[in-house]
């Protein structure tokens, strides 16, 4: 199901954000919890400022592994939505979207099939910020049991000097996709980058977390995916950290093979099949 309508955003609520809808073929039988589903909601990347539901990015989506297609055939139900960008609206508006997906999902779970208590996120580069705050920030109708994150900006006060030498964007790039979202220079606004960053939120009872990170990425140094899996580890939460050789954003490699990307993507479903129980 393409474009459904969960929430409804700006000036009089007049502007409806949209998620596609992945169903496994095998309908449930009754409606018993041993027949419940569990779900994944994945948020796309972009820097916050392209983008759109749907997509890993043009260069993983080249590789055609169809990652939605895995995990409903894995038995899971997939959500993926969209959410307002930086040119419209600056953090935490984009959280704020993020959750009212998981609230969507959470509210349609018996429609669906899906148990509410095995409710994933999952997101790569921005959207996998936006799944770690998700995770780390979630409310009661918005909360998740686990998330999976691809190479996420997690701790954007420390970004900029984390930066790989040969590095195609910094955050403390005057303009850059960071101080677009916070609306600010980040080192002239500490608050607004802290409140921004997922590793500000980690605590007690984080749930577990799965970060996957490429150890040449130019875009979003791997160290932000290692900070935070320490401060995760530190909290007494189980985190696992995948670091693959060689790989730059998006799953790059420099022979242009999918060896990267296939290998995210099957950490990811085995991921998501440890923390759900399914074989």
């Known amino acids: 199901m393409k474009g459904v309508e969960f929430a409804r955003v700006g000036d009089h609520h007049s502007r409806p ?16 919890k041993e027949n419940q589903r569990p779900a994944v909601v994945h948020f796309h990347g972009g820097g916050w400022r392209v983008g759109e539901r749907s997509s890993l990015g043009p260069v993983c989506d080249s590789f055609g592994l169809a990652p939605f297609d895995v995990l409903t055939e894995a038995g899971f139900v997939v959500v993926s939505a969209d959410y307002r960008l930086s040119g419209e609206a600056q953090f935490p ?12 999902l959470r509210n ?12 994933y996120a999952w997101g790569d580069s921005a959207g996998g910020h936006l799944a770690s705050l998700v995770g780390l920030t979630g409310t009661d109708s918005s909360r998740v049991a686990a998330v999976a994150a691809w190479y996420p900006p997690t701790d954007l006060i420390h970004m900029g000097d984390q930066a790989l030498p040969d590095a195609v964007a ?6 850059s996709r960071e101080e677009l979202l916070v609306g600010g220079v980040l080192a002239e ?13 980690v605590r007690p009872g984080s749930p577990p977390f799965l970060l996957v990170h490429g150890s040449a990425d130019r875009f979003v140094p791997a160290a932000q995916s290692q900070s935070l899996a320490a401060a995760l580890e530190k909290s007494g ?6 670091l693959i050789d060689h790989a ?7 022979e242009g093979s999918p060896a990267a990307a296939e290998k995210a993507l099957a950490a990811t479903v085995s991921f998501f099949r440890r923390q759900s129980g399914l074989p």
Do not use: C, F, T
């Open 17 to 32: 954000l949209l998620l596609d809808l992945y169903l496994p073929k095998s309908a449930p039988e009754g409606g018993g």
């Open 93 to 104: 508006a984009q959280l704020h979207d993020a959750r009212a997906a998981v609230q969507w």
């Open 108 to 119: 349609h779970a018996v429609e669906y099939g899906v148990d509410p208590e095995r409710i």
């Open 170 to 175: 910094r955050a403390s790039d005057p303009g």
């Open 189 to 201: 606004n500490p608050e607004r980058a802290a409140a921004a960053s997922p590793i500000s939120y």
């Open 237 to 242: 939460a189980e985190v696992e950290l995948l």
């Open 248 to 254: 730059d954003h998006m799953w790059s490699l420099p």
